[in-house]
T-cell receptor
């Protein structure tokens, strides 16, 4: 059983399009995250949700909009895609919001904008 | 602010060699420290963690000790295998509410037989 799953695994699209990435966790966790990994493999937090509430919103263009329909799902919608959005996007979840909780990561979605 | 600094890679070793990957941190509070590993084409997996000073995290032959006095969390393994080839990330998290991981830039390890 996959703990944190993401769809799609690969996404190739053109500039200006709108796309969504879906994330689901079956661990019963309360907190979910989106991270972006750039071409140099640097990872940075984008958003965090706890019990469907947004609790972290880093400096991310407002073309990116997360949505959490329930505790087990956190989707990422991106409007008007740009070349610079090309990256690998990772979803993660943790049992709580305390700093000592381990985060479990999904396999990633490689987004390529042409 | 909070940040993590890792040694630059790539690190290239022969099988059974000793591995050290240095990691130092800056934190405004009292952080928890983590090492994550990313195998080619996969997501990140927690390798080990430590939540207070002098704690030693260990897993799969890897070890790291939380050193508050030197603000370090160096990763070590006594004898690496080809299967250890991956990217290793040191990370920290601080605080209670909405804590995200702050990652170092990653160190690529390549082990040859």
């Amino acid at each position: 059983d996959t703990a944190v799953s993401q769809t799609p695994k690969y996404l190739v699209t053109q500039m200006g399009n709108d796309k969504s990435i879906k994330c689901e966790q079956n661990l019963g966790h309360d907190t979910m995250y989106w991270y972006k990994q750039d071409s140099k493999k640097f990872l940075k937090i984008m958003f965090s949700y706890n019990n469907k509430e947004l609790i972290i919103n880093e400096t991310v263009p407002n073309r990116f909009s997360p949505k959490s329909p329930d505790k087990a799902h956190l989707n990422l919608h991106i409007n008007s895609l740009e070349l610079g959005d090309s990256a690998v996007y990772f979803c993660a979840s943790s049992q709580g919001t305390g700093g000592f909780y381990e985060q479990y990561f999904g396999p990633g979605t490689r987004l390529t904008v042409t | 602010g909070n940040s993590v600094t890792q040694m630059e890679g790539p690190v290239t070793l022969s099988e059974e060699a000793f591995l050290t990957i240095n990691c130092t941190y800056t934190a405004t509070g009292y952080p928890s420290l983590f090492w994550y590993v990313q195998y080619p084409g996969e997501g990140l997996q927690l390798l080990l963690k430590a939540t207070k000073a002098d704690d030693k995290g260990s897993n799969k032959g890897f070890e790291a000790t939380y050193r508050k006095e030197t603000t370090s969390f160096h990763l070590e393994k006594g004898s690496v295998q080809v299967s250890d080839s991956a990217v290793y990330f040191c990370a920290l998290s601080v605080g209670q509410a909405g804590t995200a991981l702050i990652f170092g830039k990653g160190t690529t390890l390549s082990v040859s037989s």
